[in-house]
């Protein structure tokens, strides 16, 4: 016997109406649990183990001062800043690959993640720049690339594959860019840069935490306001249009919080890969809702990168590994998955 999770409508004090899936709510809830688990297990990892149940007791403000140390200056920061970053990848993806109305449209596909790279490079090797700017390189890159795909997808408005194809191009491009600034860069640089590239938490504090979660405090809510036009717009411009969408508009704005999210994110912890791939198909089959589900690629993207975190530090024993090796495996493994899938279903 099937159970059949229905939408259902629900009207706020407010007089303001939202519409709830119990299924994608239950969804939302289980991740939640999962992410809050797997936080807790990744501060309790490390050199120094400390028990969950002590975890807790320090969050809660009761440990002693070694713990409090361990807990509250050294790990929880980097738990706080991948809860950031998989929640910003996991929207961003949602985001574009709900206005391309293509699995494939993430950032890594769409060369917004090789822009980033380019301008952390330009930082690291022209310049041999501090971190911030390194940060600041790597988020106005990601801008700059947002920017330029947006523009040169542009016809009358903008088209999902114009937009898969204009950013496979750029990525190609800026792909050899960061290979030609590699060579230039001495082996101290190409050391630095080469670490970054491939995606760490490693060393990450409350200076990554603040801005990120500032950014988020903005963009989140922004983006959500704007979730029904973009539901609609999945229907097709016209339809749109017709349903009183403002539909270009309505693009740019989420256009540009996902190229935000992704840059910002970029800039805290490297091109971290996959993550924006994944998450949003992950949280699709999970709800089993055609809609652009926003809130649970938010939730799938933090469990995600928190999970890998913890791989990283727990399954390769001494010879950790950065996050973003892990993610490159696993989100790998996923895309050929998806590939066969799609090619057996016969959209591709």
């Not at 709900?98 to 494939?104: A, D, G, H, T, V």
């Not at 930082?123 to 790597?138: D, E, P």
């Not at 050899?176 to 990450?204: E, P, Q």
């Not at 016209?238 to 999210?261: E, F, I, K, P």
Request: some cysteine; charged content about 15%.
């Amino acid at each position: 016997m099937k159970t059949h999770f229905r939408s259902r409508a629900v009207r706020t004090p407010g007089g303001l109406s939202l519409r709830v899936d119990p299924r994608a709510l239950t969804v939302v809830l289980l991740l939640i649990v999962a992410v809050l688990a797997a936080g807790v297990a990744l501060i309790g990892t490390g050199d120094a183990k400390i028990p969950a149940v002590d975890v807790l007791r320090t969050l809660a403000g009761n440990g002693n001062a070694y713990q409090d140390f361990i807990v509250n200056e050294l790990r929880l920061p980097r738990l706080l800043v991948a809860l950031l970053v998989g929640a910003s990848l996991g929207l961003g993806g949602a985001l574009f690959q709900s206005i391309s109305r293509n699995p494939l449209g993430s950032p890594d596909v769409l060369g917004l993640s090789q822009g980033s790279t380019a301008g952390a490079l330009v930082m690291i090797v022209l310049f041999s720049g501090s971190a911030t700017a390194v940060t600041l390189g790597a988020l106005v890159g990601g801008l700059v690339t947002g920017i330029a795909i947006y523009l040169l997808a542009w016809k009358q408005g903008v088209h999902g594959y114009r937009l898969v194809l204009v950013g496979i191009g750029v990525s190609a491009i800026l792909t050899a860019v960061n290979g030609y600034l590699i060579t230039r860069a001495d082996i101290v640089d190409a050391a630095r840069a080469i670490v970054w590239m491939t995606g760490s938490l490693d060393g990450r504090d409350w200076t990554q935490v603040w801005p990120l979660l500032g950014m988020c405090a903005v963009l989140v809510p922004l983006v959500l306001a704007n979730g029904r036009g973009l539901r609609m717009m999945e229907m097709g411009d016209d339809v749109s249009y017709a349903l009183g969408v403002r539909v270009q508009r309505v693009r740019l704005v989420l256009m540009v919080s996902a190229v935000l999210l992704t840059a910002g994110a970029t800039a805290a912890a490297g091109p971290v890969g996959f993550v924006a791939l994944t998450a949003p198909q992950l949280a699709r089959r999970l709800t089993r809702s055609p809609g652009p589900n926003l809130v649970p690629s938010l939730f799938m993207g933090a469990a995600l990168l928190v999970t890998a975190d913890w791989l990283s530090q727990r399954v390769f024993g001494a010879d950790q590994l950065p996050v973003g090796v892990v993610t490159g495996v696993l989100g790998g493994a996923y895309l050929l998955w998806l590939l066969v899938t799609e090619r057996r279903a016969g959209r591709i």
